[in-house]
């Protein structure tokens, strides 16, 4: 099959790149000439683990290539998907699809036969009939069929989640769309790796924003039993273990931490409640989730605070992790940039260290002194506070960082470090969730 993939971000670059690795041939069109500069000369525009290699292999076999130019791309594909961004609207929360309403009318000015077009990107319930009414508007002989595959990929895990997917998702209403579907991720049900649910449009459009709710309300269910667990005593992780071994609840999910980010709940969740709204069908557990979630940010802010005393004027704060999750170097709406804002407005000094997310973070960030590495950031600082759980920040040297911390202060936001072991290396340790040293004092 002829693939045009419309957006070469995290989602259109790793999707193209699996694609081409089926064996397709694939054209990623993105309208940032820098992007397809650094692709074309081998150099990934993001840090997804595995990525580069996978690009490489699949452009010198001659599937995979990178264009600015949109016509030539969509000329000749079978399937043209768009893959670009849908941020949340300012002032409403709604998203935002001027984006994909603008590669729709490009699409359909370029089509020279009846491809199916296909989101990609993740968008509210009827943008496929407003995708469709474009192409009909642009190109009313063209026979192009629109069909949702909302994708599901984690960033980190991009790769490995494309190729083993717990599930596709097809939303047509298209004989002829969803042959060309099943044709393009055969090789995912030759190896029975994935189950393709074919569901009608709207129905697939709704899919995606019910999940990321449905996992958003989880990860706030937790933190707020986190919340709990410290005022009576329990420890949340045990908590997390014995009701994740119900297998109605399952474990994943389950990890209390500083609240959720990323480029894709908190707009998905607010996008969805605007279709709920607009609905008149109110989603009052996503809206409480919502405002949980803002506030546990700010609040892990003051929870830092506390810990070194409860004043943080011309105190230092090293911060470790930045990004919104390991193995990325995405940073949009990463807690770490409401914990951050939260201290520097108290008066604290921030440095901050993070493996692959600083470039990005130094364009989000004022006044943060950037550490080369984990012991410069800690090198006199007041405290230590561990927001993203790098693997690299799993085995850091404790005794070390006791000895060149001005206080002995660690607050572990991921739960990675046991109290007993922080302790022995003579450091005061905050979890979340579970009794801190000050506290067992
Ligand atoms: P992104 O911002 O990384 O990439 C979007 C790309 O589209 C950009 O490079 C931009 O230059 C390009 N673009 C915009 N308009 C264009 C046009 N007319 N022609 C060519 N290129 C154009 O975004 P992303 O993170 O890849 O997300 C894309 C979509 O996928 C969003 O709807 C998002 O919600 C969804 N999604 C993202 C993830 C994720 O983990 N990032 C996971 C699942 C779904």
Redesign the pocket.
């Known amino acids: 099959m002829r693939i045009a993939m419309?957006?070469?971000?995290?989602?259109?670059?790793?999707s193209g790149a699996c694609f081409s690795d089926f064996g397709h041939e694939v054209v990623c069109?993105?309208?940032?000439a820098r992007?397809i500069e650094l692709l074309e000369s081998g150099v990934m525009?993001?840090y997804e683990p595995g990525l580069a290699e996978l690009v490489a292999s699949n452009v010198r076999a001659g599937r995979l290539s990178f264009t600015?130019d949109?016509t030539a791309g969509v000329k000749d594909a079978d399937a043209v998907f768009?893959?670009?961004?849908?941020?949340s609207r300012r002032g409403d929360g709604h998203?935002d699809l001027s984006?994909?309403f603008?590669?729709a009318e490009?699409i359909g000015r370029a089509l020279t036969k009846p491809s199916v077009i296909v989101t990609?990107?993740?968008?509210p319930v009827g943008t496929g009939d407003e995708v469709e009414r474009i192409l009909r508007d642009v190109a009313p002989d063209s026979g192009a069929k629109v069909v949702s595959n909302?994708?599901?990929?984690?960033?980190g895990a991009?790769i490995a989640d494309f190729k083993r997917p717990d599930r596709v998702v097809v939303g047509s209403e298209d004989e002829e769309a969803t042959r060309v579907m099943r044709e393009i991720y055969r090789p995912l049900s030759l190896n029975q790796s994935a189950p393709i649910l074919f569901t009608g449009r709207r129905t697939a459009e709704l899919i995606?924003y019910a999940a990321?709710a449905f996992l958003a309300v989880k990860i706030t269910f937790i933190n707020e039993i986190a919340d709990l667990c410290e005022q009576v005593g329990a420890d949340v992780q045990e908590v997390a273990r014995g009701i994740g071994s119900d297998n109605r609840i399952g474990p994943k999910f389950l990890h209390a931490g500083p609240g959720y980010g990323?480029?894709?709940f908190p707009?998905?969740t607010l996008a969805l409640m605007k279709t709920a709204a607009d609905n008149e069908t109110p989603l009052r557990i996503v809206e409480a989730t919502v405002q949980v979630n803002e506030s546990r940010k700010r609040a892990m802010g003051r929870k830092v605070i506390k810990a070194m005393g409860g004043d943080a004027r011309d105190k230092t704060v090293a911060v470790l992790g930045l990004t919104f999750k390991p193995n990325?170097d995405?940073m949009?709406d990463a807690p770490s940039l409401s914990i951050i804002a939260a201290l520097q407005d108290a008066g604290a000094k921030v440095r901050a260290y993070d493996p692959e997310g600083t470039e990005q973070a130094k364009t989000m960030l004022n006044g943060v002194e950037f550490c080369p590495n984990p012991y410069v950031a800690a090198e006199g600082a007041d405290a230590l506070v561990i927001v993203t759980e790098w693997d690299e920040f799993r085995a850091l040297d404790l005794g070390r960082v006791a000895k060149i911390l001005k206080q002995p202060v660690l607050i572990d936001l991921r739960n990675i470090y046991p109290r007993s072991e922080a302790e022995r290396a003579g450091l005061r340790l905050t979890s979340v969730g579970k009794r801190s040293s000050a506290a067992a004092r």
Do not use: M, Q
């Open positions: 419309i957006g070469t971000g995290y989602v259109g670059l790793v069109v993105d309208k940032d992007k525009p993001i600015t949109l768009i893959a670009v961004g849908t941020p998203a984006y994909v603008a590669a490009e990609k990107s993740t968008v909302p994708e599901f990929l984690r960033e991009a995606k990321n990323g480029s894709c707009k998905d990325t995405d949009r």
